[in-house]
């Protein structure tokens, strides 16, 4: 048998990678799934604007496309937690249905602060609001999953 050409090899290792990635999720189902993929969405956004702030180089179109991503999610996070919805693998805890208004009022916060920060995209653009506002929005994540997420 021939040896694998680099080439191949990268592409091997590659997929394993991405499939490892996609199943990292495997088992969740419904809506469960949907949250789960719509809480690393929203990770892979706040990544993306924390990178831009970290190199300094400032962009006004993938702020606003960022901030409105991690917005839309928040929003519909009311309603990707029906009541109990506990299935393995979620790290939910039942905390949640508890002191549900409490839940929605982080996310809600979590939707007005990236909604503030596309809000600076679009006018001033101003470095050191975009940092502050982003820093609230990040206070969210933690505050909620403090709470309401499992530890590892
Ligand atoms: C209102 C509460 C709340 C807010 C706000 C929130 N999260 Fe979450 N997050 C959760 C809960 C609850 C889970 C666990 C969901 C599950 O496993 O069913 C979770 C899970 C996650 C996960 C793991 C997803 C997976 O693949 O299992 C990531 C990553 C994450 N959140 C990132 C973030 C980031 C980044 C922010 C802030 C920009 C954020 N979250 C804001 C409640 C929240």
Redesign the pocket.
């Known amino acids: 048998m021939k040896p694998l050409s680099s080439l191949k090899t990268v592409i091997l290792i590659a997929a394993l990678i991405f499939s490892g990635l996609a199943y990292?999720?495997s088992g969740?189902k419904g809506v469960?799934k949907q949250?789960?993929?719509?809480?690393?969405d929203?990770?892979k956004?706040?990544?993306i604007i924390g990178a831009m702030m970290k190199n300094g180089e400032f962009n006004a179109l993938t702020l606003s496309a960022s901030a409105l991503n991690?917005q839309n999610h928040?929003n519909q996070?009311s309603e990707?937690?029906p009541t109990d919805?506990?299935e393995m693998?979620?790290?939910?805890?039942p905390a949640?249905w508890v002191e549900w208004d409490d839940?929605?009022?982080?996310?809600d916060?979590?939707g007005n602060d990236?909604g503030k920060l596309a809000g600076i995209a679009t006018s001033s653009m101003d470095q050191n609001e975009v940092k502050t506002q982003f820093q609230l929005?990040?206070k969210?994540?933690?505050?909620?999953?403090e709470?309401?997420?499992?530890k590892k």
């Open positions: 990292a999720h969740a469960i949250r789960m993929d719509a809480m690393s929203i990770a956004n706040m990544k991690i928040a996070i990707q937690f919805s506990l693998p979620s790290e939910a805890l949640i839940f929605i009022k982080i996310a916060k979590l990236a929005a990040a969210s994540c933690s505050g909620c999953h709470k309401f997420r499992l």
